[in-house]
């Protein structure tokens, strides 16, 4: 089932494996499905003597394994065959379960992890062409593995629509924990642990002591202006580090790239890695997968608090770019996962065969259609504006496109649902003022980003639409503190523009620090 040349990849990445594992496979009665598993069980297994087929006398709705290591469980589990985006999540599994891969958590993260109360257990729905869930996937079988009263099973919704139906699944990721929804979409290790902890506790509070980290520099955030910001610190030997909740920001959610001058073509999760094997190449202490309780940035010296971890620096860079902005009009926020969507990637394929709308008339909200146009019988796009803010070149692609209608001048007031399905949205004609029903099954938002400050927004200068406020040297009002990317009033929100400016802070910080204006 594997071609030779994957087969060979795999000798290579699991020929360091030391402990046995064991691919404890569960059939189903659909004869065809458990041979197609069985198949790329072996051929998986035939890449290292530490790995073998267990076929399991049980047999499950759809064929399902379980990875074990040395005659132990590790509480991950795969429903379906983890093919596409899902491969790494399998290879992980693996090497994680042996105690190996870089996406293992530091020590501190390893240790909330471990008194996570249990016994737990989590599903998590995927799919395989969504790029937003090996995150998700992944995270939750580490916590799995480095917590035995955890389990996940990792369930690919094409192969079980009798559990994703009854569920009413119309997005991905969707993760239930002990039968009960739990998280939808993209999250990070530690946004998942933080959750999780909310609701579970721990089983020994005492084993987490606190942690005080000092830095010359603190960079907060870990897309294309902190990583700038980071190697650039570092070249000039200040004592830096990046806190974030993973490297790469936003861009992770972006796929094609070709506006990076220098780099023809590129994805947002490759360059989301080559940004952290860049900062691999410096004296930079990462700390991925964490969230900042609280920040003092009035004395000389900076404190964030994270958990049981408190970081102190004499400089802060606040590189935390910005999410997706939401409509905040009625039948929105109880829609969201169930017929509002802002991932065509990993929920256009839920759409299929259904009317949809695109809200926004940008770069984002033209891709996004003409992605949609692809699988969807219609899509409707709606621009609040009089004209479409996207580029000429995607402009003309979707006007190619005869099942693309735009709607300038429009306002979407609110989405029609039941809670569980939309079945429209309200328009009004910004001209006529006339009011119309479209009949949709699913709303994609694409009207632009939310600056990510709400953690400074007492204690620094920011506008009423929460963008920092920045000097052209990108410093804020608050002395030793320092904005970059598109958190901050710098307009145009381009990565390479991101980039410029993360590499501006860092030269300001050394300026400063020069100047003798730091504590």
């Keep these: 089932m594997l071609d030779k040349d994957i087969i060979e990849q795999l000798k290579s990445i699991f020929g360091n494996l030391k402990s046995d594992i064991v691919f404890l496979l ?6 065809a499905q458990s041979s197609e598993m069985k198949s790329f069980l072996d051929d998986v297994a035939s890449t290292s003597p530490h790995l073998s087929v267990v076929e399991s006398n049980d047999k499950a709705e759809a064929p399902t394994f379980e990875i074990v290591k040395n005659g132990q469980p590790t509480g991950v589990k795969f429903c379906g065959i983890p093919n596409g985006h899902e491969f790494t999540t399998l290879l992980l599994a693996i090497l994680n379960s042996d105690g190996q891969g870089k996406n293992l958590p530091d020590e501190t993260l390893a240790s ?35 917590n035995p009263s955890v389990q996940n099973t990792v369930i690919d919704g094409a192969v079980v629509p009798e559990l994703v139906q009854p569920l009413n699944i119309q997005s991905v990721p969707s993760v239930y924990a002990d039968g009960k929804p739990f998280s939808v979409g993209r999250s990070s290790l530690g946004d998942l642990l933080e959750k999780l902890e909310s609701v579970y506790g721990f089983s020994d509070n005492t084993a987490l002591q606190p942690v005080t980290r000092e830095y010359d520099v603190i960079i907060l955030g870990g897309g294309p202006a902190g990583a700038a910001a980071a190697v650039y610190c570092a070249r000039k030997g200040f004592n830096t580090a990046v806190i974030a909740k993973s ?17 023809p073509k590129t994805t947002g999760p490759q360059l989301a890695a080559d940004l952290k094997t860049h900062l691999s190449q410096y004296a930079i202490d990462i700390f991925e997968d964490r969230n900042v309780d609280s920040a003092d940035v009035t004395g000389s010296e900076k404190t964030l608090v994270c958990g049981n971890e408190t970081f102190k620096g004499k400089a802060l860079i606040i590189a935390t770019g910005a999410g997706w902005r939401k409509l905040s009009i009625p039948g929105e926020s109880e829609h969201i996962g169930h017929g509002v969507a802002f991932c065509t990637h990993c929920d256009g394929p839920f759409y299929a065969g259904k009317r949809v709308a695109v809200i926004g008339g940008g770069n984002s909200g033209i891709e996004a259609a003409i992605d949609l146009a692809a699988m969807c019988p219609h899509v409707d796009v709606f621009e609040f504006l009089d004209t479409l803010k996207a580029d000429g070149v995607l402009q003309s692609k979707s006007a190619d496109m005869n099942n693309i209608d735009i709607h300038v001048s ?24 006339a009011e119309t029903v479209y009949p949709v099954s699913g709303v994609f938002v694409q009207i632009g980003l939310v600056p990510n400050s709400s953690l400074f927004k007492d204690s620094i200068a920011i506008t009423r639409s929460g963008e920092i406020i920045v000097d052209e040297r990108c410093r804020t009002s608050v002395n030793g503190v320092y ?8 307009p145009y929100k381009q990565i390479v523009v991101a980039m410029g400016e993360g590499a501006k802070a860092a030269l300001s910080v050394f300026e400063d620090s020069m100047r003798g204006m730091l504590g």
């Design 410 to 433: 429009s306002q979407v007031t609110e989405i029609i649902g039941d809670g569980k399905n939309v079945s429209g949205i309200k328009v009004k004609d910004r001209v006529s003022g």
């Design 247 to 263: 490297v790469g920001g936003q861009v992770r959610e972006t796929m094609d790239i070709e506006n990076l001058i220098s780099v």
């Design 26 to 31: 569960q059939q189903s009665d659909n004869a």
């Design 483 to 490: 904005a970059a990317g598109d958190v901050t009033t710098v």
């Design 112 to 146: 909330r992890i471990k008194v996570l109360k249990g016994p737990i257990d989590l599903q998590t729905f995927v799919s395989l062409t969504c790029t937003n869930c090996p995150d998700v996937a992944q995270a939750l079988n580490i916590i799995a593995i480095l």
